[in-house]
């Protein structure tokens, strides 16, 4: 069955420090998809990035980073000179096999940006 | 452009009442909608999904039903609500490209 753990329960920043999240999955699929949601205090989750497996490039988008590594089944998310405004929840993301529009979630990550 | 609504935007009921949470999506055809719960300090719990009219399956065993009546159209129901149905209610689109995309949520407290 799938499974993704985030393990960090709640980091807090400075202002302007870089932080990672970190996002650890299994599954038995040799085709998925991955995805990481923003979930700001106001509560409506925001797609941020999918991810498929066979695409382990890293993607940059301005101060946001990922990093997918297929060999420690990890797909962890780097926020560059953090900004209060990047203090919300967030989470990491799993299709559930071959052909399901289902996705299963980690526990998440509430990040705190303190100015 | 697809929007996604949700209302009401919080609700508080008694113990014991019915719900009916209502969720429309615009700007697209047959997507699959999908209902989500996430408790106080919980992740999300997965409730329903729909991939066609009058299509429903349910992920776990519950005191809520839900009904998509119309292709946009998603609702949420009980017909006694529980003090564990308390908590923030999720509507979700998705079509093949295998993200969803979430509405603004309701907030449920039952008394």
């Known amino acids: 069955a799938q499974k993704v753990t985030q393990a960090q329960t709640e980091i807090s920043v400075v202002e302007k420090e870089d932080v990672t999240l970190d996002c650890v999955y299994e599954?038995?699929?040799?085709?998925?998809?991955l995805f990481w949601y923003k979930q700001p205090p106001s509560g409506e989750l925001v797609f941020l990035i999918r991810?498929?497996?066979?695409?382990?490039q890293n993607e940059i988008s301005g101060r946001y980073s990922w990093n997918f590594q297929k060999s420690t089944s990890s797909f962890n998310f780097t926020i560059t000179a953090s900004q209060v405004v990047d203090s919300a929840v967030y989470f990491c993301?799993?299709?559930?096999?071959?052909?399901?529009?289902?996705?299963?979630f980690g526990k998440g990550t509430k990040l705190s940006v303190i100015p | 452009s697809q929007t996604i609504h949700q209302w009401p935007a919080t609700l508080v009921q008694p113990v014991g009442s019915p719900l009916s949470l209502e969720c429309t999506v615009e700007?697209?055809?047959?997507?699959?909608l999908y209902w989500y719960r996430q408790a106080a300090g919980r992740g999300l719990q997965l409730l329903f999904y729909s991939v066609g009219i009058g299509q429903i399956s349910s992920e776990v065993p519950q005191n809520l039903s839900a009904s998509r009546p119309q292709d946009r159209q998603f609702i949420l129901s009980s017909k006694k609500l529980l003090l564990s149905d308390s908590g923030f209610y999720l509507c979700?689109?998705?079509?093949?490209?295998?993200?969803?995309?979430f509405g603004p949520g309701t907030r449920l407290t039952v008394t």
């Open positions: 991810r498929n497996s066979f695409d382990e």
């Open positions: 979700a689109w998705s079509v093949a490209s295998y993200e969803q995309y």
């Open positions: 700007g697209t055809s047959n997507p699959n």
């Open positions: 993301a799993l299709t559930r096999g071959a052909g399901s529009y289902q996705l299963t």
């Open positions: 599954t038995r699929d040799t085709t998925y998809y």
